[in-house]
Every structure is written in structure tokens, then in C-alpha cells.
Nanobody
Framework: VQLQASGGGLVQAGGSLRLSCAAS????????MGWFRQAPGKEREFVAA????????YYADSVKGRFTIFRDNAKNTVYLPMNSLKPEDTAVYYC???????????????WGQGTQVTVSS
């Protein structure tokens, strides 16, 4: 499975971006898709995750109410619209996929290359 993230960029505080992550390869084995982020000098942290059906979603407290995760299984793509962005959201955002179960730890089977999000104050 290969994951290709896109949609990052530079935005002012209060602005919006939408990240996308397209999966290719043996995608039938994917159950959960998630987003993580890593700011300079910090550990990678969980942002959001979604089950295969989309019926279960999970968010970090820091992004609840501002970020939304959803997926289009027909396109093997997961999206992360991000609203009301803050400077502390600045990080490299990674998409990830897991073969079974939804978890909020780093225990995912596949990782994308990351896309930079920079929020200016």
C-alpha cells in the first residue's frame, strides 16, 4: 500500500486548508485511515482517524470542532478539512493506514510521506 498526501501549504491564522491522502496498491487490506502531525522538535502526535465505513471517527482534543475527517472508499482517499487554523497547528502532516481496528497511537501499518502545513500569526 502506498499513501500520497497532498494539500498542505501556508495559511494565515483563522484560515482553512484541506488535506487529502490517496491510497494505492493493495487497498482492500485497509480498514482504518488516520492523520498524524509532527511539529519541529516535538514527537509525532495523533490528529484524527476514521474506520472503513466512516461510522467511527476519532479526534485529538486540540482539533475537535475545527478538523473533520472523512473518506471516499470509491476513490481510496481520506480527507482532512481544517478550519480555524492556529499557529500551533503548524507541522508536517502524515496520513497513515491500518489493516484492522481504529487506534490513536502510532501503531499503523502504512505511512505517507507527509505534507507541510504552516499557519502564520
Amino acid at each position: 500500500v502506498q499513501l500520497q498526501a497532498s494539500g498542505g501549504g501556508l495559511v494565515q491564522a483563522g484560515g482553512s486548508l484541506r488535506l487529502s491522502c490517496a491510497a494505492s496498491g493493495r487497498t482492500s487490506g485497509i480498514y482504518t485511515m488516520g492523520w498524524f502531525r509532527q511539529a519541529p522538535g516535538k514527537e509525532r502526535e495523533f490528529v484524527a482517524a476514521i474506520s472503513w465505513s466512516g461510522g467511527s471517527t476519532y479526534y485529538a482534543d486540540s482539533v475537535k470542532g475545527r478538523f473533520t475527517i472523512f473518506r471516499d472508499n470509491a476513490k481510496n482517499t481520506v480527507y482532512l478539512p481544517m478550519n480555524s487554523l492556529k499557529p500551533e497547528d503548524t507541522a508536517v502532516y502524515y496520513c497513515a493506514a491500518r489493516r484492522w481496528g481504529v487506534v490513536t497511537t502510532n501503531d499503523y501499518d502504512y505511512w505517507g510521506q507527509g505534507t507541510q502545513v504552516t499557519v502564520s500569526s
